[in-house]
């Protein structure tokens, strides 16, 4: 496919709007708050952003770079630069499938949750218990999170199956801005709640006696996660960047919204969590169980928890398109079938995978791959090993197969100005992603207990 027919983004604003559509998802909103209450709050909170500005931005750059400079799907960006790359592809396609196995089983849980909003008032009890009884039944119930699940792939497919610019890119400007506003509006509320402070402290104050090398991989995996970096979506709509859009503004710009969502979506969680009294680490309930209680104890209830998981569910859809995108995008480009048929080929293919993940909560419990239900493994093996490893190596190929003018060219658009910012992502890229990863792991494995 020559590039001159493959559609472009309007505008910057929606490079950026479209890329950090991709990036926030449910990975800020629902997993970040429970995977920093397990960690230690405030000091997770701050390896975090360290992780995020060494680590998950040069990498963001990295597929910025490699998927403009090709102006192709994530398996025809890395054979445009390599042959011997291209494998790298697969691996990006296989991971994207994976983590769209649990995540759109998610994404019909904050379908139904809206449906139960409206359609009977889900915030009527204050009681944690209440709600805590509903969500898990609801969730192994063996029909209905299943069609919730076929209900977020159908929508992620409409969406799709409009186009780059008329799907993806009008989706995502119309809903980037309101995600933002509920938030902030959210947060204050959260906070203004008795108890509130306490749970502010939590989120907030780091207590590094917590922080151990695990969590340092789990909040890389978390910065891959909630970036979306490793495995291709941000390859695939950098592809769909115009040339003149400044990949190193796009990308600071999505890192910090992504970022701040994260950080506000602690903020309307734990001080609601402390007033109602329920443990910081209950773990990936959190959203569902919590919100329900505090939304009881605002006037207009129903429009808050209404609008509350339409949100999250549209942030939830936004990513879901995200990662639907690079299986499309590739099938279409690199078998040459028609785009509609590779949506439907890669919907179907996912409803499949989720339906399996949605029924490892209750009717196929006793499925376990190494103790885990399929869901469990699922989002284990993708955000702890998988996507780490990946954007390993998109930092290795970034940083060793891209040519150095070829690099420092598409991330300064050629202004001699800012070729020392270039040189200092590269380096980031060389030496210091892949060494810390790899020590990383290694301690993992237990190999440098030695140490
Ligand atoms: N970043 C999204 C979230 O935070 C999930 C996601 C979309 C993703 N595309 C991705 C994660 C690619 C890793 C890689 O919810």
Redesign the pocket.
Known sequence: MGHQTRATFGSKLSAVLVAAG???????I??FPYVAGENGGGAFLAIYILCAVIMGLPIMLAEFVIGRSSHSNAFGAFRHHSNLWKYMGFNCIL??FL?MGF?CVVAGWTIEYTVHSVASGIARSTLADEHAAYFSAFISNPWRPVLYTAAAMLLTHTVIALGVRKGIERCSRMLMPVLLIMLVVLAVRSLMMPGGFEGLRFFLYPDFSKVSARTLLVAIGQV???????????ITYASYFKSDTDLRTTAVNVTVI?TLVAVLAGLVIFPAVFSVGIEPSAGSSLVFITLPSIFATMPLSTVWSTLFFLLLAV??LT??I??HE?ITACIHEEWHIRRRTAAWITTLSITVLGTAASLSLGLLDGWRIFGLTIFDALDFV?ANIL?PVSGMFSALFAGWVIKRTTFVDELTGRSMKYSRQAEVVRILLRYVCPIMLSLIFLDNLGLLNWL
């Open positions: 991709g990036a926030v998802g449910l990975g800020n629902w997993r991971t994207s983590i995540y891959f996660f909630s970036l979306s970096v490793g495995l291709g979506s941000m992504d942030a939830a990513s879901v995200s990662l690079v993708t996507l």
